[in-house]
Nanobody
Framework: QLQLVESGGGLVQPGGSLRLSCEVS????????IGWFRQAPGKEREGVSC????????RYADSVKGRFTISRDNDKNMVWLQMNSLKPEDTGIYYC??????????????????WGKGTLVTVSS
């Protein structure tokens, strides 16, 4: 059974960087598209970035374009989210999720099948 485990969250000052990792087990990552999602206190879960099964077809929320980069290594069954120039509004629990498709055309929580438990990112001075 597919399992996802996020890591790399923490407390960082505004303008700082973090790299989130998502380790996938139980399946070959090659067949799955992956997304990063976040949920801030009192808000709905939203899509941050998604990547197709072969590493192409990347999607980014407007709020993170130019600051975040998603990447993956199918041989290592790993997906990463590099977050730079972090802002307080980036605070939230970050989840990685998977779906058995080649491409994610709309990076939205409703389209995902499997979820990790999340890692907390806090951006504060």
């Amino acid at each position: 059974q597919l399992q996802l485990v996020e890591s790399g969250g923490g407390l960082v000052q505004p303008g700082g960087s973090l790299r989130l990792s998502c380790e996938v087990s139980g399946v070959r990552l090659t067949y799955y598209s992956i997304g990063w999602f976040r949920q801030a206190p009192g808000k709905e879960r939203e899509g941050v970035s998604c990547i197709g099964s072969s590493g192409g077809n990347t999607r980014y929320a407007d709020s993170v374009k130019g600051r975040f980069t998603i990447s993956r290594d199918n041989d290592k069954n790993m997906v990463w989210l590099q977050m730079n120039s972090l802002k307080p509004e980036d605070t939230g629990i970050y989840y990685c999720a998977a779906v058995d498709r080649d491409v994610i055309w709309r990076c939205e929580p409703e389209g995902m099948e499997y979820w990790g438990k999340g890692t907390l990112v806090t951006v504060s001075s």
